[in-house]
């Protein structure tokens, strides 16, 4: 069932403005209907406005909290024990060869760089293009 811009708006607790402005920039498609008015998808609503329930404070956010190796479960299985052991391995010399080949570019950066002295010259060889 396709909500009308009114019917979205509320729902998201957005403005019709700010709904318009998604759709005119391309952010949230919706076609118009026989009658010229935008039919919104609900999922397509929902997909460029997540909402937001209605017992969630503002100082609670669903986000993604970080990563650190205190607050992560450690896994049962021996087998992914063994998985995130090469995997952090495998992270390990990734970095490692980055830093190598950054180290190589800047070492060819500075070949190409012009370091011989600027000799002044007179006004004669400026004039002749010397």
């Known amino acids: 069932m396709a909500l009308t811009l009114n019917q979205a ?9 700010t709904l318009l402005d998604a759709i005119r920039s391309g952010r949230m498609s919706a076609p118009k209907d026989d009658r010229g008015r935008y039919a919104i998808d609900p999922a397509e609503l929902h ?3 997540p909402f937001q329930s ?3 404070s503002p100082d609670q956010s669903p986000g993604p909290q970080p990563t650190t190796s205190e607050n992560q479960p450690e896994p049962a299985d021996p087998a992914l024990k063994r998985e995130i052991e090469l995997l952090r391995e495998m992270l390990g010399k990734a970095e490692a060869n980055a830093d ?5 570019a ?14 002044p010259r007179s006004f004669l060889q400026r004039l002749l293009g010397r």
Not at 9 to 17: D, E, G, Q, V
């Open 47 to 49: 997909r460029a406005f």
């Open 100 to 104: 190598h080949w950054r180290t190589l």
């Open 54 to 56: 209605q017992n969630r």
């Open 106 to 119: 800047e070492r060819q950066q500075a070949l190409l760089e012009d370091k011989r002295p600027k000799e």
């Open 9 to 17: 708006a509320k729902i998201c607790s957005r403005s019709k403005s």
